[in-house]
């Protein structure tokens, strides 16, 4: 995927120096970006260069910079205003840097060409977890997974429950979530990765997009947007393997099972647990899933705690009883195999801390 150019250019150099960093750490696999703590330095690269998205202080703002060569300018403004860039979209300053950054993704998103993509076919792999048995610990082993897969892959976990307590479990806070996500992709207009990048966050070793807040938002979704919306990510990311954690209400959902090349079933021992599983079976051979049936695999999950938020609570899972059932799932399943050159060495996450 070729990296977009990001320009920061504010008179203050620090500053600049530092936003750089950021973005550097956080959105390296989708911009290179650089830093510039003048306007004349910044005409200058321009001359031969083509900048995907420049952000600019309202000093070093000029007709001159409006002439570049630039998709979009976006004012970093110090809350002051400036009628002559007026036109251009603003965003404040002094803010934490993941806000600015995300409030500066969603400018370009919304302007920025288009992603090609060929439709409905998922190029990377997706991994399903599901159960219609409740506390079996699904999300529990979909985070572990997550976690573990996503130290010598990039990984995007999506929660697709209802109710899924994700804020009280990771540490999520405010912002944006899947259904900003899911209203923008329905625009069929900007650049749907650029987007993502606005609304994903990181912890451990994987990005996950925050749950959608209300359940309404999910169950209006039919399987075929859930179906169209994952291709497209997969066509404009570079994510190899994306971490479904479904829930009972998505519309169709043995439909997003069948797209996935391994769907885990947490299980429970009891009698009751057992007739549910059974007439989910059932279920799925009267409609017609007999393939989605072929690619379930019953799990039996040890005993856990979960333990800490965020990062903390990643490397608990993947370093306790439900880390080691985990890891050995995932040698015994071939899918899974690291090429030799990538078994060593954790990735770094593209979305905000």
Same mark, same amino acid.
């Given at each position: 995927?070729?990296?977009?150019?990001?320009?920061?250019?504010?008179?203050?150099?620090?500053?600049?120096?530092?936003?750089?960093?950021?973005?550097?750490? /956080?959105?390296?696999?989708?911009?290179?970006?650089?830093?510039?703590?003048?306007?004349?330095?910044?005409?200058?690269?321009?001359?031969?260069?083509?900048?995907?998205?420049?952000?600019?202080?309202?000093?070093?703002?000029?007709?001159?910079?409006? #002439?570049?060569?630039?998709?979009?300018?976006?004012?970093?403004?110090? #809350?002051?205003?400036?009628?002559?860039?007026?036109?251009?979209?603003?965003?404040?300053?002094?803010?934490?840097?993941?806000?600015?950054?995300?409030?500066?993704?969603?400018?370009?998103?919304?302007?920025?060409?288009?992603?090609?993509?060929?439709?409905?076919?998922? /190029?990377?792999?997706?991994?399903?977890?599901? %159960? +219609?048995?409740?506390?079996? #610990?699904?999300?529990?082993?979909?985070?572990?997974? %997550?976690?573990?897969?996503?130290?010598?892959?990039?990984?995007?976990?999506?929660?697709?429950?209802?109710?899924?307590?994700?804020?009280?479990?990771?540490?999520?806070?405010?912002?944006?979530?899947?259904?900003?996500?899911?209203?923008?992709?329905?625009?069929?207009?900007?650049?749907?990765?650029?987007?993502?990048?606005?609304?994903?966050?990181?912890?451990?070793?994987?990005?996950?997009?925050?749950?959608?807040? %209300?359940?309404?938002?999910?169950?209006?979704?039919?399987?075929?947007?859930?179906?169209?919306?994952?291709?497209?990510?997969?066509?404009?990311?570079?994510?190899?393997?994306?971490?479904?954690?479904?829930?009972?209400?998505?519309?169709?959902?043995?439909?997003?099972?069948?797209?996935?090349?391994?769907?885990?079933?947490?299980?429970?021992?009891?009698?009751?647990?057992?007739?549910?599983?059974?007439?989910?079976?059932?279920?799925?051979?009267?409609?017609?899933?007999?393939?989605?049936?072929?690619?379930?695999?019953?799990?039996?999950? +040890?005993?856990?705690?979960?333990?800490? %938020? #965020?990062?903390?609570?990643?490397?608990?899972?993947?370093?306790?009883?439900?880390?080691?059932?985990?890891?050995?799932?995932?040698?015994?399943?071939?899918?899974?195999?690291?090429?030799?050159?990538?078994?060593?060495?954790?990735?770094?996450?593209?979305?905000?801390?």
């Amino acid at each position: 995927m070729t990296k977009k150019l990001f320009a920061v250019c504010d008179l203050d150099g620090s500053y600049a120096e530092r936003l750089t960093d950021y973005l550097n750490e /956080t959105q390296s696999r989708m911009f290179e970006v650089r830093a510039f703590s003048s306007a004349e330095s910044l005409l200058s690269y321009g001359e031969g260069h083509h900048i995907s998205l420049l952000l600019i202080s309202t000093a070093a703002m000029s007709d001159a910079v409006r #002439g570049l060569d630039a998709e979009r300018i976006v004012i970093l403004s110090e #809350g002051e205003q400036v009628r002559e860039w007026e036109q251009e979209k603003h965003v404040y300053k002094y803010q934490s840097s993941d806000q600015l950054v995300a409030e500066v993704l969603d400018c370009y998103a919304s302007g920025a060409p288009g992603e090609p993509r060929e439709k409905n076919r998922i /190029t990377c792999a997706l991994a399903g977890v599901y %159960s +219609p048995v409740g506390r079996a #610990g699904k999300t529990s082993f979909a985070l572990t997974l %997550s976690e573990i897969l996503g130290r010598s892959r990039r990984v995007l976990y999506i929660n697709l429950e209802d109710h899924s307590g994700f804020e009280t479990i990771i540490g999520s806070g405010s912002g944006q979530d899947l259904s900003d996500l899911i209203y923008f992709a329905r625009q069929k207009e900007g650049d749907l990765g650029v987007r993502l990048q606005s609304v994903v966050r990181s912890a451990g070793s994987i990005d996950y997009i925050p749950p959608a807040f %209300s359940p309404s938002d999910l169950r209006d979704v039919p399987a075929e947007e859930w179906l169209e919306l994952l291709a497209r990510l997969c066509a404009c990311t570079d994510y190899e393997v994306m971490v479904l954690d479904v829930g009972d209400r998505i519309d169709e959902f043995p439909l997003l099972l069948r797209e996935c090349r391994r769907v885990y079933m947490p299980v429970l021992n009891d009698r009751a647990s057992a007739a549910k599983i059974r007439q989910f079976e059932k279920n799925l051979e009267a409609l017609d899933y007999g393939d989605v049936l072929a690619k379930l695999q019953k799990i039996r999950l +040890p005993r856990t705690q979960i333990q800490g %938020s #965020g990062g903390r609570l990643l490397e608990n899972l993947a370093s306790g009883r439900l880390g080691e059932f985990t890891k050995g799932l995932i040698r015994e399943d071939k899918e899974w195999e690291v090429p030799d050159d990538r078994k060593t060495g954790a990735r770094r996450t593209a979305g905000s801390a």
